[in-house]
């Protein structure tokens, strides 16, 4: 890739460790977003509900915030969050509030922080040199119908080795 426009990272499964915090926080297995349920995901809601603040509980995936920031030391301000919060009827109140914290914690000091609903993050698209690094598959669809370049991210190392395919990333 010659240019790069924007750099989004989704955060929850790229940058927080979500599953973790499903399993050691709400004390349920992780669910496969991509084959939820109505049940499951009322399940899963329900717990968040009950732990205060569990966005800002997650604790980084290893390897995630290095990647982030040697992005951020490179194309500054072209590199910030994209994430996706719980539509309202969830009843997760202090989602954005929890996201932009957990920002706060871990990246470097004035990171561009977008939370939205997940159908909205395809509305970033200005051109293809725009880059959306999600771990759902269907944002990844949906910001490539957009006319994006999406990274679907599964692991750190992964990640880093698809940026570094791609010259975004630099081996050091």
């Known amino acids: 890739m010659a240019e790069v426009g924007y750099i989004y990272f989704d955060m929850d499964?790229?940058?927080?460790?979500?599953?973790?915090g499903?399993?050691?926080?709400?004390?349920?297995?992780?669910r496969d977003q991509e084959h939820?349920?109505?049940e499951s995901d009322e399940e899963l809601?329900?717990?968040m509900r009950n732990y205060p603040h569990f966005y800002d509980s997650l604790e980084p995936i290893p390897?995630?915030?290095?990647?982030?920031e040697e992005l951020y030391a490179e194309y500054g301000d072209r590199c910030r969050i994209l994430s996706g919060i719980p539509k309202p009827r969830r009843g997760i109140v202090t989602a954005a509030e929890d996201k932009n914290s957990w920002v706060r914690r871990y990246l470097?000091?004035?990171?561009?922080?977008h939370t939205v609903s997940r159908a909205e993050k395809k509305d970033f698209v200005h051109n293809r040199n725009d880059i959306l690094i999600d771990d759902y598959t269907k944002n990844i669809s949906e910001w490539e119908t957009a006319g994006g370049t999406g990274v679907h991210c599964?692991?750190?190392?992964?990640?880093?080795?698809?940026?570094?395919?791609?010259?975004?990333l630099h081996k050091r």
Do not use: Q, W
């Open 154 to 168: 599964t692991s750190s190392e992964e990640l880093k080795n698809k940026l570094t395919e791609m010259g975004i």
């Open 36 to 38: 939820s349920t109505a």
């Open 45 to 47: 809601f329900g717990a």
């Open 13 to 20: 499964g790229v940058l927080s460790d979500f599953a973790r």
């Open 22 to 30: 499903v399993k050691e926080l709400l004390h349920l297995e992780p």
């Open 63 to 68: 390897g995630s915030i290095e990647i982030f």
């Open 108 to 113: 470097p000091e004035g990171v561009i922080v």
